[in-house]
């Protein structure tokens, strides 16, 4: 069965910057876009980033645009999504998640399972 690992969170400090990771396993990794999502308190989760099967194509909610850099290594599994310029409002738990088709990949009800996430504070 098909899982997800992420890892990296922390607590950081506005304008700073993190690097998250998520290891898939269990499935064909290369097969599918990967996306990264997250969760505030009190709020819906949402997309971030997505990132087709080969790496050559990447998509960002409006919010992370120009901070947040999605990427993946097709070797060893794993996607990754380095933050910049971090502010409060990025504080979340971050999620990662497969998807057959990129095009797709920002649509978050396709999503049935999800892993355990990793934590982002982002405070002074």
């Known amino acids: 069965q098909a899982q997800a690992v992420e890892s990296g969170g922390g607590l950081v400090q506005p304008g700073g910057s993190l690097q998250l990771s998520c290891a898939y396993s269990?499935?064909?990794?290369?097969?599918?876009?990967m996306g990264w999502f997250r969760q505030a308190p009190g709020k819906e989760r949402e997309f971030v980033a997505g990132i087709n099967w080969a790496g050559s194509k990447t998509s960002y909610s409006d919010s992370v645009k120009d901070r947040f850099t999605i990427s993946r290594d097709n070797v060893k599994g794993t996607v990754f999504l380095q933050m910049t310029n971090v502010k409060p409002e990025d504080t979340a738990v971050y999620y990662c998640?497969?998807?057959?088709?990129?095009?797709?990949?920002?649509?978050?009800?396709?999503?049935?399972?999800w892993g355990q996430g990793t934590q982002v504070t982002v405070s002074s």
């Open positions: 998640n497969a998807d057959p088709t990129f095009k797709t990949v920002s649509d978050i009800t396709r999503f049935g399972a």
């Open positions: 269990g499935g064909a990794f290369n097969d599918y876009a």
